[in-house]
């Protein structure tokens, strides 16, 4: 009935009385009319009340006329529980239809008090007994509906009202129940300015009828939004605390207890906290109360820390590692771990490496990763996988590296279940060989030596316990280019070989963010970042020219690729970058204090003619490949590739060798052949042959030029 009075009268918005017609006028009084023909008192309130906004229909002060009318008639209903809920809901429709209208509001609460000493009378006691109800249970049933009145009352009211109310609380004898009603109303600063005052009064309250407990909860929620004047703070929360720790029932303990930790926590230091802590723990441990209240105390867990923040101090704090004993469940436990990691990682400024932190945060984390099991999604998985890495990128052992590996080696073997905590142990452990070149130049003693190859141990023992393959061979690239920083060349070696064997074993499609996509594109950029650094790896004595390069090359080769693909091409064509590479009597770059093959070879003609035998190898392997793409749907791969090589063999050939000159010509032709090859692009490329001609020793690029002719696709 509420909703249609509303979506009447919302048809319309601005309009007067005036600008309704007769017909409309009469059916809404008619309306009225059989309202107030309803004999029972409380359906005809309730039904009035729901329309009492169509009264503007009628009347500019229709509803201004109304509200006092209907407040003196819920006077008429007997039961003041009943009373008080048609008051609240005259109160909700007044607030809604004519805000401006306090003076029924305030009528309606003081009519409350006059009427509430029925509640002790024999009528509502006689009723209780026979439904077998106690009246501190029955005085809460009064709460919801006080409150709204209050609040209603109280909104946006002046600090002078506040006092108003308070007096004539006192007037009734500090009735608890609406003293509980008016700290949940009005603003918590009024409150906390006056929480002395409050306090007397709930003192002086009767115990038997409204719980002083929850007086104390209600003062200490406002305490937690406004702060009371600084000399009253400590008075404050011991009388509070007096009353809160004589409870017996542990529920009602606890949630007035999780209240007054917040005020602890904000004003007080850790020893005060420590023995709210204490008294929690006393309160909730027998009887495993605390199985009943893991809400509160997880409430009580984030509120401490949402506060002390110094995590040195936090664990300082004696009985916070005890409380958190009492989380026996693991669900539970594990998203107050969860909690603690979050905040350590928002507010941690800098490393550490305090044993009480380090050992307190090992724990927590421990006690994370062991809830993992089949069941675990991946998403959280992940979360605690991040959490736990935030954790370890926070310790530093500062100059001590050795104790700083013996902490990465407990980490691997407390966390193994979490493939992402193992990747950044690894990275760390590379960070930390690192850095032990950095501090030593680069020049090793046999100290720093034996603990750089500890460090690359500990790497090459782990990476094979990880599952994602791409995962494990940019690790075994990394971590070889690590081991070749810090000399150790046969552990490097040992990484790229496992890296080389790892190939063949690359799937088809690999899952991706959930999703399945080829692998080709991963594939492709793994290999262009390893023949980078094979370009400065030396060569084995023991192993013959270029071991690395002909074993990756097999491997390539024997790799089965898709066929409509031309990734085996792209790879072969970059392979020919490297060994062009190789050529050069100084190479590009160098790894410092290590020897690479132009230093080992001295471009030695032998060691250049492996290198030409493998270009001639590799160039014969894609040639075959450009053959076989000579069917009309694969033309323009074909025209594609061709000039890909071209621009290979311009970049990196000698183009006075014959042989290379006319395959480049062919190759040109070959790329132009069909039409596909784009004309601009051509164009360029034939102009910078052109203008590199012009410069010293490159005089056979002018021949070259004049036997590239451009083709239109006419």
């Not at 009480?356 to 724990?363: E, K, M, R």
């Not at 409509?564 to 072969?572: A, F, P």
Request: hydrophobic fraction near 45%.
């Amino acid at each position: 009935m509420y909703a249609f009075g509303i979506d009447l009268y919302g048809c319309i918005y601005n309009f007067s009385p005036e600008s309704v017609n007769d017909t409309a006028k009469e059916t809404c009084l008619n309306w009225f009319f059989k309202i107030a023909s309803i004999r029972e008192l409380i359906p005809r309130f309730y039904v009035e009340a729901a329309i009492l906004k169509c009264n503007k229909f009628l009347s500019k002060m229709g509803i201004s006329e109304c509200l006092p009318r209907l407040t003196s008639m819920i006077r008429g209903i007997g039961d003041p529980l009943v009373a008080v809920y048609a008051r609240a809901y005259l109160c909700r429709v007044g607030m809604e239809v004519a805000p401006q209208l306090k003076e029924s509001l305030n009528e309606n609460f003081f009519d409350f008090l006059l009427t509430f000493k029925q509640i002790h009378g024999d009528t509502v006691q006689n009723q209780l007994v026979v439904q077998c109800v106690e009246i501190p249970l029955y005085l809460t049933l009064y709460s919801p509906a006080i409150d709204w009145i209050l609040q209603c009352i109280a909104y946006r009211a002046p600090e002078v009202l506040l006092t108003e109310m308070m007096e004539r609380c006192k007037n009734l004898g500090n009735n608890a129940l609406l003293l509980n009603s008016i700290m949940s109303a009005f603003r918590a600063e009024f409150i906390a300015a006056r929480s002395m005052d409050f306090i007397g009064m709930i003192k002086e309250c009767d115990e038997s009828g409204f719980p002083k407990h929850l007086l104390f909860r209600s003062l200490g929620l406002n305490l937690a939004l406004a702060d009371p004047p600084e000399n009253d703070r400590l008075q404050i929360l011991n009388e509070a605390w007096k009353v809160i720790t004589k409870l017996k029932n542990p529920q009602d303990y606890i949630n007035c207890a999780e209240v007054w930790v917040e005020y602890t926590c904000r004003h007080f230091t850790k020893r005060e906290v420590n023995t709210v802590l204490a008294d929690v723990i006393k309160h909730m441990t027998p009887d495993r109360a605390f199985e009943d209240a893991y809400p509160q105390l997880q409430s009580i867990i984030q509120k401490v820390i949402t506060y002390i923040y110094d995590f040195s101090l936090l664990f300082s704090v004696e009985k916070f590692l005890p409380f958190l004993d009492m989380f026996q469940k693991e669900s539970v436990r594990v998203e107050v771990c969860k909690c603690i990691m979050e905040s350590f990682i928002k507010h941690q400024q800098e490393s550490t490496k305090d044993p009480v932190i380090l050992n307190a945060l090992l724990h927590i984390c421990k006690t994370m990763h062991d809830s993992v099991n089949a069941l675990t999604l991946e998403d959280e998985k992940r979360m605690l996988a991040a959490l736990i890495n935030g954790f370890i990128k926070m310790v530093s052992f500062g100059r001590d590296f050795e104790q700083q590996l013996s902490f990465y080696v407990e980490a691997r073997s407390m966390f193994c279940n979490l493939e992402p905590v193992l990747v950044q142990l690894i990275h760390s452990v590379n960070q930390l060989a690192m850095e032990t070149r950095k501090v030593m130049k680069g020049n090793h003693s046999r100290k720093t030596a034996a603990f750089v190859r500890a460090c690359v141990a500990f790497c090459f023992i782990t990476i094979p316990s990880l599952s994602g393959i791409f995962i494990r061979l940019n690790l075994y690239l990394h971590s070889g280019q690590v081991a070749l920083a810090n000399q150790c060349l046969s552990q490097a070696d040992a990484f790229f070989k496992a890296a080389v064997s790892l190939v063949p074993e690359v799937p088809k499609m690999i899952n991706v963010d959930g999703k399945m996509r080829p692998s080709d594109t991963f594939l492709l950029e793994f290999l262009c970042n390893f023949f980078s650094t094979l370009l400065v790896v030396p060569d084995h004595p023991e192993q013959g020219v270029l071991f690395l390069v002909r074993g990756l090359l097999n491997v390539i080769q024997d790799y089965t690729w898709e066929d409509n693909s031309d990734d085996k091409v792209r790879i072969y064509t970059n392979v020919l970058h490297l060994l062009s590479a190789m050529t050069q009597e100084v190479y590009i770059y160098h790894v410092d204090k290590v020897d690479s093959n132009d230093t080992l070879y001295g471009g030695d003609s032998k060691f250049l003619a492996e290198i030409n035998k493998l270009c001639e190898t590799v160039i014969a392997q894609i040639l075959d490949h450009l053959k076989t793409l000579g069917k009309e749907e694969t033309l323009k791969r074909q025209s594609q590739l061709a000039l890909y090589l071209f621009n290979t063999i311009l970049a990196h050939g000698d183009l006075r060798n014959n042989k290379l000159n006319q395959l480049s010509v062919n190759l040109w032709n070959l790329a132009q052949k069909h039409g596909f090859a784009d004309t601009s692009t051509m164009v360029t490329t034939l102009e910078y042959i052109k203008k590199r001609s012009k410069q010293p020793e490159m005089s056979h690029f002018t021949d070259l030029a004049l036997r590239l002719p451009l083709q239109s696709r006419t």
